[in-house]
């Protein structure tokens, strides 16, 4: 049934390997079809287009995609900053919260990182955003459709495409499941510099 279904190749293709584990699991006998599907390559935005983003965005939300970026860490981490989490002499954040099954570690950002946490307000004491990362998603999401309305170019979605998993890890329909997933923006940013170097 599933080889006469009207669905894309890169859907069948999701749909056998789900089906396929499934089988697997439960020893069931299952002959899969043969799909016919090639992976398109993921957009990677450069470095310049990441900062041109958070240059966009407002205080608090150019802070904390500043933060993502710098350290690597995911949007729960950063959210669950403290003011004591930042050495201002060092040049480090700590992470204290680590997710998913990560450790708490201490990480060296740029002075630029720093300045832009210290200028922020002191409304979530002791942290330094509303430890509810959720909060950022919408004005992130509008932020990152406007961009891709006002640029109107071949590239226009590489916002709505790659960016939007930052705050929820999902895939675009662009980027297939098989494909590297960016979960966060310092992800995107080591691809970036490894295809500027290659290039």
């Known amino acids: 049934m599933l080889a006469t ?5 890169a859907k069948k293709n ?29 957009f990677i935005p450069t470095h310049e287009e990441l900062t041109a983003l958070i240059h966009a965005a407002h205080k608090r939300l150019a802070t904390f995609l ?9 949007c729960g981490e950063v959210s669950k900053l403290k003011w004591t989490d930042i050495n201002t002499e060092n040049l480090t954040v700590s992470i204290n919260s680590p997710e998913k099954h990560s450790r708490s570690r201490t990480l060296k950002v740029t002075q630029k990182t720093i300045a832009m946490l210290q200028a ?6 002791p942290y330094i ?22 640029q109107k170019t071949h590239v226009s979605n590489k916002y709505t495409c790659t960016l939007s998993g930052i705050f929820s ?5 662009a980027k297939p499941k098989s ?4 979960k966060t923006l310092w992800d995107i940013k080591a691809a970036s510099t490894r295809k500027s170097t290659l290039g």
């Not at 990362?133 to 459709?145: E, G, S, V, W």
């Open 5 to 9: 279904e009207k669905f894309t190749a």
């Open 14 to 42: 999701s749909l056998v390997a789900a089906y396929r584990s499934y089988t697997k699991i439960f020893r069931l006998p299952w002959l899969p079809i043969k799909v016919h599907y090639e992976p398109k390559q993921p």
């Open 66 to 74: 500043q933060t993502l970026l710098d350290t690597g860490a995911r």
């Open 120 to 125: 922020m307000p002191k409304k979530y004491d």
């Open 129 to 150: 955003f509303n430890p509810n990362q959720t909060t950022l998603k919408a004005p992130f999401m509008a932020l990152r459709d406007r961009l891709a309305e006002t």
């Open 169 to 173: 890890p999902v895939t675009c329909s």
């Open 179 to 182: 494909s590297k997933q960016f």
